[in-house]
């Protein structure tokens, strides 16, 4: 009988991932979001549509925040936030700033009744009911890695960089107005829609001959596309090399060994000893980065190949080890919502979330990084 | 009322935000303006835009806010309307019996005479035609309702991983309880017998025979972890040859309107259950009070309570100033003002904040509490504990109104009357006697009034400065709604608004 037995539960707690292009939402115990929405506010005073994190002063981000979620309640998920549970999947390195005001907004703008906070990199793992695993998210802004060993987060491995598809955007667009494309067409919209449908992560072998070009015939280049751009009435031709040359940003070779491999094989290095092939052998990309095309074959083999051929790491990786790589359930971009999902169905929600009254006692969000909030016994 | 620009007079609400006459409710209880910022949203009823049925909230929840007959296409996000179309049927079954019954049915003409036709329907885009033929959903034989939803391909490792973790938890829990049930000191002041002689309970139990007593714990289900693999996809070779067609792969809005699966080719799209809309009633933080609550029925765009601040607040508008703006130099703004109410205004426009303004808020309040009076009396939201909520009333998050004002008024010497609406006085001909009138009013006509007010924008300002002039208005009003059985009779109060008006812009210097 599932319409008595959803009639007589407990309300589903709200989970939600909002991150800086989109944000993820939906219900607990259920295995897909219901909306995947940009994380944008419309302006009630200039109806400009802008996004959520960009702010000058505390209070206009508090506005904003409220405003957002105002229309996650009532446009998307139809539910009164009031009396609600929480779960928010966080990044761990997240701002404070933006933790305590949405905390603000949760709890005394909407009444909310507990709010649990779940580090985004140790609950993707949990839906795949392991418990190790080197955890690499490709997100908007950043890329980061976390190694996480038995389920306990290794924080003084953990490695980020500034190439996510916001970078991979500017890299599309900068080839592209090489090409003599107008800047304007190419707004952030058509540069993401580009991006997801005629791009890829070139294959290691022909990267490495595109890279090497002098002395051999570089291999022919992917049929180039004509895309119609429908707000500016134009018709602009993607070359194929664009198409298979704006990922090479995350492999780039340069001085400051910086690249996504050379950050995956040192955030293994600053790892102990005893964990590193169990994490060389549980890598676990997520993020709607993650899901261009050619992207985990590329990244293998780089990985292999600095192994095998860099000295620095020839020296410290030891044996026979082979990469390997967790296939997560459902798509990439809401894998870290899932396992929010999954945290909200169970128990903890009652024993570990921030409860209202407790966080009206000092108004504050309890922070792994805050010395008073760690202190053994209070 | 000028909806397709920005009213250029805000009223500053009780919260401190500014926001034009439109967009703001007055409490008649508290006496206070809110605006959507101040005041508790709440659901009123779910319903269909498309079919504007109603759906219980129950109903609703079960069958995740979708309409279950309405969808959206998942090309354009429009919704898709149903088509029919007859096709002949071939009667499978029936020809073996003719061959059966033998000579007497074929020689008669009437099979071939009425070729049977059944009516099928298809789901189809007017908006991009797109149909659910082109992804190769078959006809359905009746409009709604047997339509096939997309499953979702990993729910059922989904379910194991829930209820693994379910239990791991739970497991969690039981041994922390018994760690606890350890830890926590005898309650009996004397050591127990069996304690002395190593006999423990459970011991005896056993002894005499009786099962054990503790509950049995709770053993984790297995579940199989996932596996990793060195094995991964390859990027497809053809991509480095094929051209590709844009048209068959899909954007990233198509893609997000079907979270479960995220297609990226264009035939693998399927029609999306349409999202049900949501009806609103507004309730003041501080008293309450439902502000807004509308009608049940989705197809009525009336409400229920309407407290709306353009009912009850006298409008002003802006006219024109008299003389182009400039810094310093005095100069006269043209304001209308009209009185909504069934009573007479008397209203004057202040500097500072009026004294004898302070009306006593909190006895007002005291006076008009609720007593689970009628207004929002439906049986049903009190027993499913609105009057419990209503104890922890959420705190109001008051901020300073901003100061926008750069510009000086000069208060209006005295205040006036501003008459009660009458909508037959419309059309009355116009047979007031002039009656002395104060200097600042321009013109008078029923409940409206043009008045003439003097400021002089600050001195400082350059070519191209907004101006603002802010100032309080003060206008009593009369409330008709008082629950106190004792006081029968409208109470006039002394209510103030601040408002701030965007006079225009400071003139380019002239040559002069």
């Known amino acids: 009988m599932p319409l008595y037995e959803s009639v007589m539960q407990e309300k589903p707690p709200i989970v939600l991932d909002i991150g800086t292009a989109y944000t993820k939402l939906g219900f607990a115990a259920e295995a897909y979001p219901r909306k995947i929405i940009p994380t944008t506010v419309v302006l009630t005073t200039t109806g400009v549509t802008k996004r959520l994190f960009d702010y000058v002063g505390t209070e206009q981000l508090y506005d904003q925040i409220v405003d957002f979620l105002q229309t996650i309640f009532f446009k998307h998920l139809l539910v009164s936030p009031k009396e609600r549970k929480f779960v928010i999947v966080e990044n761990i390195f997240g701002q404070t700033i933006i933790r305590e005001t949405l905390a603000r907004a949760l709890f005394i703008h909407f009444d909310v009744s507990s709010v649990l906070f779940v580090p985004a990199h140790l609950i993707a793992l949990s839906t795949l009911a392991v418990p190790t695993g080197l955890v690499v998210d490709i997100g908007y802004s950043e890329t980061t890695i976390m190694p996480v060993f038995s389920g306990v987060q290794i924080l003084s491995a953990f490695k980020d960089h500034s190439y996510g598809s916001c970078a991979v955007h500017d890299e599309i667009r900068r080839q592209l107005v090489a090409t003599g494309v107008k800047e304007p067409l190419l707004t952030s919209s058509v540069l993401e829609d580009i991006k997801i449908r005629t791009c890829f992560v070139n294959s290691y072998e022909r990267a490495q001959a595109r890279a090497s070009s002098d002395q051999t015939q570089p291999p022919p280049p992917p049929p180039s596309v004509d895309y119609a751009i429908c707000d500016g009435d134009a018709v602009i031709s993607i070359p194929g090399t664009v198409r298979e040359s704006v990922y090479e940003l995350m492999f780039e070779q340069n001085n400051e060994r910086d690249s996504l491999p050379h950050l995956i094989l040192r955030a293994i290095l600053d790892c102990s000893m005893d964990v590193r092939r169990a994490l060389i052998e549980s890598i676990f990309v997520i993020g709607g980065g993650a899901m261009v095309l050619g992207l985990l074959p590329r990244l293998k083999q780089e990985l292999q190949q600095l192994l095998a051929n860099d000295s620095y790491y020839r020296e410290r990786f030891h044996g026979e080890l082979q990469f390997k790589f967790y296939n997560s359930i459902g798509k990439q971009n809401f894998t870290a919502w899932l396992g929010g999902a999954l945290c909200g169905a169970t128990d903890l929600i009652q024993t570990r979330s921030l409860s209202k009254e407790s966080y009206l006692r000092n108004e504050h969000v309890p922070d792994w990084s805050n010395l008073c909030d760690n202190r053994h016994g209070g | 009322m000028s909806f397709m620009q920005p009213s250029p007079v805000k009223y500053a609400c009780s919260c401190g935000i500014l926001n034009p006459i439109n967009k ?12 959507g910022f101040c005041v508790c949203h709440e659901i009123e009823s779910h319903f269909c835009s498309n079919c504007l049925e109603n759906i219980p909230s129950s109903e609703a929840r079960h069958k995740k806010n979708c309409c279950a007959n309405c969808f959206d296409c998942p090309c354009c996000q429009h919704t898709l309307s149903a088509r029919a179309t007859t096709v002949p049927v071939v009667r499978k079954p029936e020809e073996p019996k003719d061959g059966e019954s033998g000579a007497e049915a074929t020689p008669s003409p009437k099979p071939s005479a009425m070729p049977t036709t059944k009516k099928m329907y ?14 190769g959903i078959p006809d359905q ?9 997309n499953e979702c391909l990993y729910q059922a490792r989904f379910n194991t991983l829930m209820e693994y973790y379910q239990s791991v938890v739970l497991q969690d829990k039981q041994e922390k309880q018994e760690f606890l049930r350890r830890k926590t000191p005898k309650q009996h002041k004397f050591p127990s017998l069996t304690d002395r002689t190593g006999l423990t309970v459970s011991l005896i139990r056993r002894q005499i025979g009786w099962t054990e007593k503790s509950v049995p714990k709770t053993k984790p289900i297995n579940i199989a972890p996932a596996e990793a693999s060195a ?3 390859p990027l497809p070779e053809d991509i480095f040859t094929q051209p590709i067609n844009l048209r068959n792969i899909t954007t990233v809005a198509q893609r997000h309107s079907q979270p479960a699966d995220q297609p990226t080719a264009v035939n693998k799209l399927y029609p999306q259950r349409r999202s049900l809309w949501i009806k609103r009633s507004l309730r003041c933080r501080q008293c309450e009070h439902n502000l807004i609550k509308p009608e049940y029925h989705p197809t009525s765009i009336k409400y229920r309570i309407q407290l709306f ?5 006298p409008e002003v508008i802006m006219v024109r100033c008299e003389q182009p703006l400039q810094p310093g130099q005095s100069n006269a703004i043209l304001l209308k003002l009209a009185n909504p109410t069934m ?7 202040l500097e500072a904040v009026p004294e004898d303004a302070q009306i006593n808020t909190d006895a007002f309040q005291q006076a008009c509490r609720i007593k689970e009076e009628a207004i929002t009396s439906s049986p049903l939201l009190k027993t499913t504990g609105v009057t419990l909520a209503r104890q922890n009333s959420t705190r109001e998050v008051k901020r300073e109104v901003r100061e926008l004002a750069n ?43 043009l008045i003439r007010l003097q400021f002089s924008p600050a ?37 103030y608004s601040r408002i701030f008006i965007e006079a225009g812009e400071i003139a380019p210097q002239t040559a002069n």
């Not at chain 2, 703001?24 to 605006?35: N, T």
């Not at chain 2, 034989?141 to 939803?149: F, N, Q, R, Y």
């Not at chain 2, 009357?417 to 009013?441: H, N, Y």
């Not at chain 2, 802010?470 to 109060?493: E, L, R, W």
């Open chain 2, 24 to 35: 703001l409710f007055f409490c008649r209880h508290c006496p206070k303006l809110r605006c």
């Open chain 2, 122 to 135: 298809y789901l189809s885009c007017l908006s991009c035609r797109w149909t659910t033929r082109d992804v």
């Open chain 2, 141 to 149: 034989g009746v409009a709604t309702g047997t339509w096939p939803d």
């Open chain 2, 231 to 233: 094995e991964v996809e």
């Open chain 2, 309 to 313: 601040a353009s009912y009850h607040v």
């Open chain 2, 343 to 349: 009573y007479d205004m008397t209203i004057s426009i």
């Open chain 2, 407 to 449: 510009a000086s008024i000069v208060p209006l010497e005295s205040p006036f009357v501003l008459s009660q609406r009458d909508d037959s006085k419309e059309f009355d001909e116009d047979v007031q006697a002039p009656i002395e009138e104060p200097k600042f009013i321009v013109w008078r006509k029923g409940n409206k009034v």
């Open chain 2, 459 to 495: 001195a400082d300002l350059q070519p191209g400065n907004k101006v603002t002039l802010g100032f309080y208005m003060q206008y009593t009003y009369v409330n008709t709604v008082s629950n106190t059985p004792d006081k029968k009779d409208p109470t006039t109060h002394a209510l």
